[in-house]
């Protein structure tokens, strides 16, 4: 059984700072995973420190007088990884001119780490899986098999088992290099290990510049410890040297820090690892967005025909029937059109109802008076059974768009599907308090 004070040594040889329990645990699987030759694969979120990890287990195996060499998946051409990873030879492609080791060569008798393992190529995917389980590898352009004895430690941000689901990684390289997990916590789950790690930001910088270290507040503590940190430690690295290099106190109160946190990403709710949003934490489902967009279809029709009555009847447009109706055209100039100014709609809408009939109807139809009055009757009709219902849920489903993205309009809006213009105005129009 691995003690504290070990952990507590291998914290101070690799620079770890906190006492999280999540934290401690992951550096003991590491240790005890150490000594053999098991693949590792560490998992967490990118920033969380999923190196260190890696060094750690090759430093106290029995390969550290070996190479060392980490690789970043990602940042690999999908086109070349193949010979970065495993080697060509001469002429093998165009470029080639010369043979070339790869990685895995190069590092016989030590270890790899192979950082954001789910960002490789499936044809690399298979390669890999040969060194894995029988130590072969045949570089670009080859027939020779080669043997290698090299110890894999990879790591990912991403989710394997979904990207094998989606058919983007193999299932038998994801068991394979499974062996041993290890979950490196992001920070916000780490609790006060977030203020150890901004003071020996601070301090750092201070030394380095000659500069008095800045200190928190109780209240800037509380809010820094609330904050989510979706960049993990480098996001927090980088705050606590900004507001060392900006701000001229060296007292930091929560005013002050808030400045500099993001407002997005503090406002934004925050997925954690292994989480699942049920049925209940969603604030719109389907149907109540279906049934939004109805009961606005069937309010703008209504508006739509009132207009267009008011207009026959009074033989064309004014200025008044278009200020009574400005709230139809609000939300036109998102699609390329400008209503802003009342000209454009003086001079365009008659040009829709320029076909409406002048004369009387056929004798077919009503007599106009009749006919008028029926539309009247059968508008106020429509208005009377679903005004309310229509004004009730409308003003129901902003309230609940508002309280989920903690009053901010923009977010709101884009959830219900209309403008933030449009929003602000139904906003007034139901008297909603933010």
Known sequence: MISDSEI?????RFGIIGNSP???HAIQVAMQASPTDMTVLITGESGSGKESFSKIIHSLS???HGKFIAINCGAIPEGTIDSELFGHEKGSFTGAYEARKGYFEVTDGGSIFLDEIGEMPLGTQARLLRVLENGEFIKVGSSKVQKTDVRVIAATNVNLIKAVEKGKFREDLYYRLNTVPIYVPPL??????????????????????????????EEAKALLLKFPFPGNIRQLKNLAEQISLLENSRDVDANTL???????SYNLPVTLPGSRQGSESQDFSERELLYKV??????????????VLETYQSGGLNQSIMKKHQGLFEDMDSHGENFASEEPMTSSLPLVLENLPESEPSDRSLPKRDYQEDAIEDIAHEEDDHSLSIEKKEKELIIRALKKHGNKRKYAAQDLGISERTLYRKIKQYDIEE
């Not at 609790?191 to 750092?204: A, H, T, V, W």
């Not at 808030?258 to 997005?264: D, E, H, I």
């Not at 109805?294 to 207009?307: E, G, W």
Request: hydrophobic share 35%; no cysteine; charged share 35%.
């Open 188 to 217: 916000r789950q780490r609790g006060e290990d977030i203020i150890l790690l901004f003071r020996k930001f601070s301090s750092d910088f201070s030394d380095r510049y000659h500069v008095k270290p800045i200190t928190l507040t």
């Open 294 to 307: 109805l009961f606005d279809m069937k309010k703008d029709m209504t508006d739509l025909k009132k207009l």
């Open 8 to 12: 507590l040594s291998v914290k101070q």
């Open 258 to 264: 808030a400045k500099y946190l993001p407002a997005t």
């Open 22 to 24: 999540l934290l401690n």
């Open 62 to 64: 029995t390969r550290k």
